[in-house]
């Protein structure tokens, strides 16, 4: 067995085990915490205005309903599709929002709903959007 003798100089190694034992802690310790941090959400009791919980119609999403008879029911209002240019220029005309939702049913073709989208657009809809009508009763 060989036996170092210490030279005259000065170790300049840095000892990196004491480091990474402090950071594999703190891993350890965060690690344990979030999910208590995350359960501990605060809760806010935010106030309620009486003027906002009224809808008016000028801010309302205008619904376009592609059924599959080819007619068309826009807000609960039921009409053929050839009327639905100038039913939407009526509604749209009354509304700031300007956002219309174009709903069909599984078996209407895609060229009826891609019309009503066009149609939308050209009269001057800001958002549009697209969906299914829902099922209100189960088979």
């Known amino acids: 067995m060989r036996i170092h003798q210490v030279k005259k100089g000065i170790i300049a190694e840095i000892n990196m085990i004491p480091f990474i034992d402090i950071c594999l802690l703190l891993l350890i310790i965060f690690m344990v915490m979030t999910p208590f941090l995350m359960q501990s959400k605060i809760k806010v009791n935010l106030p309620e205005s009486s003027a906002s919980s009224k809808s008016s119609d000028s801010n309302k999403v205008i619904t376009v309903q592609i059924l599959r008879g080819g007619s068309a029911i826009i807000d609960g209002k039921k009409t053929k599709f050839s ?44 958002k549009i959007g697209i969906g299914v009508i829902q099922k209100s009763g189960k088979k």
């Open 83 to 126: 009327k639905l240019k100038k039913e939407l220029v009526l509604r749209l005309s009354k509304s700031r929002k300007k956002s219309v939702l174009v709903q069909a049913d599984k078996k209407v073709s895609i060229q009826k709903v891609v019309t009503a989208l066009d149609i939308a657009k050209d009269l001057g809809a800001g």
